[in-house]
């Protein structure tokens, strides 16, 4: 099922992507493109009963998209990086492991609503379906696994001309559960504060 779940979500991302370059042409829609900065703060995931305390962290992206009045669709491809500090016992005190990490990269493909309120400003919300790949670093293992993510989100938004605005706002991501050595982690994901320039051609 998660095999099938990644090819779908490849295959709209790649639609998405391909629709959006396509509509760059004479008489297309406006095309934007959008770099992304993420303060991240992740849950603790939990695998055999123990919890991977986790701290925040950051993450970085960038998208492409296209703009039809208050509605914009985009295909984003994104990364997020969070250390791990301890192992622990559920409610128990934590053992400190050296060193370790939690990477994420998304592929989603995104749907945005804004609400016009003056000035430039404006109010947005969001919603994104895509894959994503989750990548444990602990002690003596580093391995990955993908399956279907998703991700909601609001936040404001401000138009400096026709060729500029930047977005500040939240987004929720969350993750499929994936397996590492055969082994299930859950509780994967994330709430992040997201800063984005966009330039729309």
């Known amino acids: 099922m998660k095999k099938v779940l990644s090819v779908l979500a490849v295959s709209a991302l790649v639609f998405a992507g391909g629709s959006c370059l396509a509509a760059g042409g004479p008489g297309g829609s406006p095309v934007y493109v959008k770099v992304l900065g993420k303060f991240v703060m992740p849950s603790d995931p939990e695998v055999l009963g123990l919890e991977l305390e986790s701290d925040n962290g950051y993450g970085f992206g960038g998208a492409v998209g296209l703009q039809y009045d208050q509605m914009r669709f985009e295909a984003e491809i994104a990364s997020q990086k969070t250390d791990i ?66 991700k909601g989100g609001a936040g404001v938004s401000y138009t400096f001309n026709s060729n500029m605005a930047a977005d500040f706002g939240w987004e929720y991501i969350d993750t499929d559960d994936p397996s590492i050595d055969n082994v299930e982690f859950s509780d994967v994901y994330s709430n992040n504060l997201v800063a984005a320039f966009r330039y729309k051609f």
């Open 85 to 150: 500090d301890a192992i622990s016992a559920r409610g128990g005190n934590g053992i400190g492991i050296g060193s370790g990490d939690t990477r994420i990269t998304t592929y989603m493909v995104n749907g945005y609503y804004e609400f016009p309120v003056g000035q430039g400003f404006g109010i947005y919300v969001t919603a994104g379906l895509g894959m994503a790949t989750t990548t444990f670093s602990i002690q003596n293992v580093d391995d990955d696994d993908s399956g279907f993510a998703w």
